[in-house]
């Protein structure tokens, strides 16, 4: 699977985050999946936390805070 790379799963990531917080913020109901809005907001801060977990693994802490080089 050379299409599957960090980069694809951190925009995985954000796409679950946006569909969890999304739901629990609205007032979704997530009981009838056995998940209270706390757990779900509780699961969304863990995806987060992964993301901030595997950029400092592949950029490194300095890479996380330099600028992206432009393109030409």
Same mark, same amino acid.
């Given at each position: 699977? &050379?299409?599957?790379n &960090?980069?694809?799963?951190?925009?995985?990531?954000? &796409?679950?985050? @946006?569909?969890?917080?999304?739901?629990?913020?609205?007032?979704?109901?997530? &009981?009838?999946?056995?998940?209270?809005? =706390?757990?779900?907001?509780?699961?969304?801060?863990?995806? @987060?936390? @992964?993301?901030?977990?595997?950029? @400092?693994? =592949?950029d490194? *802490? =300095?890479?996380?805070?330099? *600028? *992206?080089?432009?393109e030409?």
């Amino acid at each position: 699977m &050379t299409w599957f790379n &960090t980069n694809a799963l951190h925009n995985l990531l954000n &796409t679950l985050i @946006a569909i969890i917080c999304g739901g629990a913020l609205a007032g979704f109901d997530w &009981t009838m999946f056995g998940v209270s809005d =706390r757990a779900a907001l509780q699961i969304s801060g863990t995806i @987060a936390l @992964a993301k901030i977990i595997i950029n @400092a693994v =592949r950029d490194g *802490p =300095r890479g996380m805070i330099v *600028p *992206p080089a432009k393109e030409t």
